[in-house]
Protein backbone atom coordinates (compact mmCIF):
# COMPACT_ATOMS: atom_id res chain seq x y z
CA UNK A 1 0.00 0.00 0.00
CA UNK A 2 1.51 3.26 -1.12
CA UNK A 3 -0.16 6.38 1.11
CA UNK A 4 1.42 10.15 0.54
CA UNK A 5 1.22 13.55 1.99
CA UNK A 6 -1.95 14.60 3.94
CA UNK A 7 -3.26 10.95 2.86
CA UNK A 8 -0.42 9.75 5.12
CA UNK A 9 -1.26 11.79 8.25
CA UNK A 10 -4.90 10.78 7.54
CA UNK A 11 -4.01 7.31 7.96
CA UNK A 12 -1.79 7.56 10.97
CA UNK A 13 -4.24 9.94 12.54
CA UNK A 14 -7.13 7.13 12.12
CA UNK A 15 -4.63 4.41 13.12
CA UNK A 16 -3.70 5.82 16.30
CA UNK A 17 -7.53 6.92 17.19
CA UNK A 18 -8.15 3.24 16.77
CA UNK A 19 -5.60 2.13 18.81
CA UNK A 20 -6.63 4.86 21.51
CA UNK A 21 -10.19 2.98 21.77
CA UNK A 22 -8.98 -0.31 22.67
CA UNK A 23 -9.69 -1.66 26.19
CA UNK A 24 -5.53 -2.85 26.33
CA UNK A 25 -4.97 1.28 25.62
CA UNK A 26 -4.86 1.76 30.12
CA UNK A 27 -4.40 5.50 29.22
CA UNK A 28 -7.80 5.95 27.87
CA UNK A 29 -8.78 8.55 25.48
CA UNK A 30 -6.86 10.81 27.58
CA UNK A 31 -3.84 9.68 25.77
CA UNK A 32 -6.11 10.63 22.33
CA UNK A 33 -5.99 13.87 22.82
CA UNK A 34 -2.48 14.53 24.13
CA UNK A 35 -1.43 12.66 20.75
CA UNK A 36 -3.34 15.32 19.11
CA UNK A 37 -2.05 18.27 20.99
CA UNK A 38 1.35 17.32 20.50
CA UNK A 39 0.40 16.91 16.69
CA UNK A 40 -1.04 20.30 16.55
CA UNK A 41 1.84 21.93 18.49
CA UNK A 42 4.44 20.04 16.05
CA UNK A 43 3.22 21.44 13.25
CA UNK A 44 3.65 25.35 14.86
CA UNK A 45 6.93 24.70 16.06
CA UNK A 46 7.85 23.11 12.37
CA UNK A 47 6.73 26.29 10.37
CA UNK A 48 8.21 28.53 13.35
CA UNK A 49 11.23 26.66 13.60
CA UNK A 50 11.52 26.38 9.52
CA UNK A 51 11.93 22.42 9.83
CA UNK A 52 10.00 19.67 7.37
CA UNK A 53 6.66 19.75 8.72
CA UNK A 54 5.58 16.21 6.99
CA UNK A 55 8.46 14.61 9.01
CA UNK A 56 7.43 16.91 12.31
CA UNK A 57 3.69 15.69 12.15
CA UNK A 58 4.53 11.76 11.41
CA UNK A 59 6.69 11.42 14.20
CA UNK A 60 4.20 13.49 16.15
CA UNK A 61 1.61 10.81 15.34
CA UNK A 62 3.57 8.15 16.09
CA UNK A 63 5.22 9.00 19.34
CA UNK A 64 3.47 7.60 21.67
CA UNK A 65 2.31 4.07 19.26
CA UNK A 66 4.16 1.83 21.61
CA UNK A 67 2.62 3.17 25.00
CA UNK A 68 -1.01 2.72 23.38
CA UNK A 69 -0.68 -0.27 21.92
CA UNK A 70 0.80 -2.60 24.75
CA UNK A 71 1.09 -1.04 28.37
CA UNK A 72 4.21 -2.81 29.15
CA UNK A 73 6.30 -1.25 26.48
CA UNK A 74 5.46 1.96 28.24
CA UNK A 75 9.28 2.28 29.96
CA UNK A 76 10.96 2.53 26.74
CA UNK A 77 8.25 3.91 24.20
CA UNK A 78 10.79 5.65 22.83
CA UNK A 79 12.66 2.92 21.40
CA UNK A 80 9.81 0.32 20.95
CA UNK A 81 7.68 3.02 18.69
CA UNK A 82 10.70 3.96 16.79
CA UNK A 83 11.04 0.14 15.24
CA UNK A 84 6.81 0.09 15.48
CA UNK A 85 6.74 3.53 13.05
CA UNK A 86 9.40 1.77 10.80
CA UNK A 87 7.49 -1.49 10.42
CA UNK A 88 3.97 0.89 9.92
CA UNK A 89 5.80 3.32 7.26
CA UNK A 90 7.64 0.60 5.75
CA UNK A 91 4.42 -1.12 5.10
CA UNK A 92 2.63 2.17 3.76
CA UNK A 93 5.82 2.32 1.41
CA UNK A 94 7.04 5.61 2.79
CA UNK A 95 10.12 7.65 1.54
CA UNK A 96 12.57 5.26 3.09
CA UNK A 97 15.18 8.05 3.30
CA UNK A 98 12.58 9.99 5.96
CA UNK A 99 11.68 6.53 7.90
CA UNK A 100 15.01 7.74 9.92
CA UNK A 101 14.43 10.87 10.39
CA UNK A 102 11.01 10.35 12.07
CA UNK A 103 12.35 7.38 14.28
CA UNK A 104 15.12 9.61 15.70
CA UNK A 105 12.34 11.99 16.54
CA UNK A 106 10.24 9.36 18.39
CA UNK A 107 13.55 8.14 20.24
CA UNK A 108 14.31 11.92 21.44
CA UNK A 109 11.08 13.05 22.05
CA UNK A 110 10.87 12.09 25.80
CA UNK A 111 11.56 14.80 28.54
CA UNK A 112 11.96 12.84 31.31
CA UNK A 113 14.85 11.21 29.74
CA UNK A 114 17.95 13.39 29.50
CA UNK A 115 18.52 12.93 25.44
CA UNK A 116 20.36 14.70 22.47
CA UNK A 117 18.07 16.33 20.47
CA UNK A 118 20.34 16.54 16.65
CA UNK A 119 17.69 18.07 14.38
CA UNK A 120 15.06 21.25 14.69
CA UNK A 121 12.52 18.26 13.91
CA UNK A 122 13.32 16.05 16.52
CA UNK A 123 13.31 19.28 19.01
CA UNK A 124 9.82 20.02 17.14
CA UNK A 125 8.49 17.06 18.66
CA UNK A 126 10.19 17.09 22.20
CA UNK A 127 8.82 20.76 23.02
CA UNK A 128 5.22 19.33 21.30
CA UNK A 129 5.05 16.50 23.60
CA UNK A 130 6.12 18.51 26.46
CA UNK A 131 4.08 21.42 26.17
CA UNK A 132 0.70 19.40 25.27
CA UNK A 133 -0.04 18.86 28.62
CA UNK A 134 -1.21 22.65 28.33
CA UNK A 135 -3.67 21.96 25.84
CA UNK A 136 -5.00 18.38 27.82
CA UNK A 137 -5.61 20.39 31.45
CA UNK A 138 -9.05 18.96 31.40
CA UNK A 139 -7.38 15.46 31.38
CA UNK A 140 -4.63 15.90 33.74
CA UNK A 141 -7.84 17.07 36.13
CA UNK A 142 -9.61 13.90 35.49
CA UNK A 143 -6.75 11.84 36.18
CA UNK A 144 -6.43 13.31 39.56
CA UNK A 145 -9.52 13.94 40.77
CA UNK A 146 -11.78 10.93 39.33
CA UNK A 147 -8.99 8.15 38.43
CA UNK A 148 -6.78 9.06 41.67
CA UNK A 149 -9.25 10.36 43.82
CA UNK A 150 -6.98 13.21 45.45
CA UNK A 151 -8.25 16.08 47.62
CA UNK A 152 -9.06 19.11 45.98
CA UNK A 153 -4.92 20.56 47.11
CA UNK A 154 -3.68 17.77 46.31
CA UNK A 155 -4.43 17.38 43.12
CA UNK A 156 -4.50 21.06 42.50
CA UNK A 157 -0.64 20.48 43.77
CA UNK A 158 -0.06 17.25 41.31
CA UNK A 159 -1.13 19.00 38.32
CA UNK A 160 0.57 22.43 38.60
CA UNK A 161 3.98 20.36 39.35
CA UNK A 162 3.19 18.33 36.39
CA UNK A 163 2.80 21.32 33.79
CA UNK A 164 5.93 22.81 35.88
CA UNK A 165 8.10 20.19 34.72
CA UNK A 166 6.59 19.93 31.30
CA UNK A 167 7.43 23.96 30.91
CA UNK A 168 11.28 22.78 32.23
CA UNK A 169 11.61 20.50 29.55
CA UNK A 170 11.15 22.92 26.75
CA UNK A 171 13.78 24.12 24.71
CA UNK A 172 14.97 27.96 25.30
CA UNK A 173 13.43 29.17 22.07
CA UNK A 174 10.09 27.27 22.84
CA UNK A 175 9.98 28.54 26.35
CA UNK A 176 9.86 32.22 25.08
CA UNK A 177 7.03 31.04 22.27
CA UNK A 178 5.23 29.47 24.98
CA UNK A 179 5.54 31.65 28.16
CA UNK A 180 2.24 33.40 27.59
CA UNK A 181 0.09 30.33 27.43
CA UNK A 182 1.90 29.01 30.60
CA UNK A 183 1.01 31.89 32.59
CA UNK A 184 -2.58 31.78 31.61
CA UNK A 185 -2.62 28.47 32.91
CA UNK A 186 -1.32 28.38 35.92
CA UNK A 187 -2.86 31.65 36.71
CA UNK A 188 -6.40 29.75 36.51
CA UNK A 189 -5.15 27.16 38.68
CA UNK A 190 -4.03 29.21 41.25
Known amino acids: MVIMGDDILGYLRNEIYSRCKKPANKFGMGCWYHIEAVVKNGELLAQKYGADTEIVMIAAWLHDIASVTDYALYENHHIYGAEMAYDLLTQLSYDKS ?3 LIQAC ?17 LCVADADAISHFDSVPSLLYLVYAERKMTYEDGKRYVKEKLERSFRKLSAQSKEYYKSKYRQVMEILG
Do not use: A, F, Q, Y
Open 106 to 122: IKNHRGSICLDRNSVEE
Open 98 to 100: KIP
